[in-house]
T-cell receptor, first 113, second 117 residues
């Protein structure tokens, strides 16, 4: 069963515009949500996280929004830069699950100059 | 400490052979995870450790897969009697879970790519 879903395999955005990456989840017990970024030939690297008790967390150009009632979160990148082109993974973990981290399939972001 | 390191980076083997991957986590991290990633997919959970204790093993993992973390430091992932379907990138990650129970983010190694011919 796929507990974390990223339904858009790819997204293309013009430099300077906003990138919005979406993620849905099915397990209401998830306590923490994270976004990771992956460049080719490298392991994923942590980008930003949000606890289930919050609905927004911001770090520079990156903002994550959490809508618990809809079991949906999104990552906003403003303004988008060509260096942001990568695969973005949504991930989640639950205290009841020992904080084992479950990943979505990823969305490939292309930022065009 | 330069991060999580994995060895070997690439392994090509014939079907039926055994392979072993090693992961050296960040030294102060008490948690260690193994994931498998295939093309177009996200990291798929395999197993994880808290110190030397293996907390969970994915039910999708056959008995041909075994992982250890002796002394709570480095870890090994062994695949016995490899099959072509085992071809994938095997990722190791580590993190620190404090007494407050707030999980830290995962730090990934660069992965070990397995090709089974």
């Amino acid at each position: 069963d796929q507990q974390v879903k990223q339904n858009s395999p790819s997204l293309s955005v013009q430099e300077g515009r906003i990138s919005i990456l979406n993620c849905d989840y099915t397990n209401s017990m998830f306590d923490y949500f994270l976004w990771y970024k992956k460049y080719p030939a490298e392991g994923p690297t942590f980008l930003i996280s949000i606890s289930s008790i919050k609905d927004k967390n911001e770090d520079g150009r990156f903002t994550v929004f959490l809508n618990k009632s809809a079991k949906h979160l999104s990552l906003h990148i403003v303004p988008s830069q060509p260096g942001d082109s990568a695969v973005y993974f949504c991930a989640a973990s639950a205290r009841t699950g020992g904080f084992k981290t479950i990943f979505g399939a990823g969305t490939r972001l292309f930022v065009k100059a | 400490d330069t991060g999580v390191s994995q060895d070997p980076r690439h392994k090509i083997t014939k079907r039926g052979q055994n392979v072993t991957f090693r992961c050296d986590p960040i030294s102060e991290h008490n948690r260690l995870y193994w994931y498998r990633q295939t093309l177009g997919q996200g990291p798929e959970f395999l197993t994880y450790f808290q110190n030397e204790a293996q907390l969970e093993k994915s039910r999708l993992l056959s008995d041909r897969f075994s992982a250890e973390r002796p002394k709570g430091s480095f870890s090994t992932l062994e695949i016995q009697r490899t099959e072509q379907g085992d071809s994938a990138m095997y990722l190791c990650a580590s993190s620190f879970l404090g007494l407050a129970g707030i999980p830290g983010e995962l730090f990934f190694g660069e992965g070990s790519r397995l090709t089974v011919l």
